[in-house]
């Protein structure tokens, strides 16, 4: 063989083709891998003693330095989830029954993640989401209707309380809630549950009647919402696109 001929004989596409292929297979097995460094392993409903995670199997754990200092490690031994619920049967994956008050039992679309309680922060080290009255840079636009002071009310059409307030997102530059008062105490409304009718000066909510309004989930803080708390918050909203009638939750037909 002469010397710098071994391309002569040699199909280098091929083998870089070849080469391709592997990287490419490497990666995807990598990137399935890393996909399950969160909720796996699963929970198995058949036994407690089988362990559901799968091909690939669970990375080894990795400790990740977040911007504020703190450190978090993944995978990471945490407690089991305890359902507030009752399978319908016996069969795996039946339907789940809420137990006691279903708007807040965290089961269905009112299930919530257990999200850390503190608020959430922006880049430079601020509250993310305050009402407006903690930020003056703020404000609704000019070309918007202002539903402060306008009446809040539920999918039955009874009021449920006042807007107040309006909490911005200082990074997304956005409102994410409505303050509502509800006689007594004050409750986050999520925007994204709700309609402002400026002509009826009304904000409508679909997902919950107007007496459910007494039964959101209260915040500690007049001026900050912690990241568990927007979590519960939420999820009381979507409990109630089920279980808010009881004809919701029964089958169309």
């Known amino acids: 063989m002469e010397k710098g001929s071994l391309g002569s004989y040699l199909d280098v596409a091929q083998v870089a083709l070849y080469v391709f292929w592997a990287f490419f297979a490497a990666l995807i097995y990598y990137l399935h891998r890393e996909n399950k460094r969160e909720g796996y392993p699963l929970e198995s409903e058949r036994s407690a003693f089988v362990t559901v995670q799968g091909f ?18 993944a995978p990471r031994e945490e407690a089991p989830e305890v359902v507030n619920g009752t399978p319908v049967a016996a069969f795996p994956g039946a339907p789940i029954e809420p137990n006691g008050d279903p708007m807040t039992a965290g089961v269905g679309p009112g299930s919530w993640a257990r999200r850390p309680d503190k ?10 989401i305050v009402p407006l009255r903690v930020d003056s840079e703020f404000s609704v636009a000019a070309e918007d209707p202002d539903p402060r002071g306008f009446a809040v009310v539920g999918a039955d059409g009874a009021k449920g309380g006042t807007v107040v307030d309006a909490w911005v997102d200082r990074s ?18 999520p925007v994204n549950f709700s309609r402002v009718d400026p002509k009826a000066r009304q904000v409508k909510v ?35 696109t089920l279980y808010a009638t009881p004809s919701r939750s029964e089958p169309l037909l």
């Open 56 to 73: 690939p199997p669970v990375p080894r754990p990795k400790t990740y330095l977040l911007h504020d200092g703190s450190t978090v490690q």
């Open 119 to 128: 608020p959430d922060m922006t880049a430079d080290g601020r509250v993310k």
């Open 172 to 189: 997304e530059v956005l409102f994410r809630y409505l303050e509502v008062d509800v006689g007594g105490r004050t409750v986050l409304l």
């Open 206 to 240: 679909a997902s919950i009647l107007g007496a459910h309004f007494a039964g959101v989930p209260a915040i500690r803080s007049k001026d900050s919402v912690t990241m568990l708390e927007e979590e519960k918050v939420m999820a009381y909203y979507g409990a109630g």
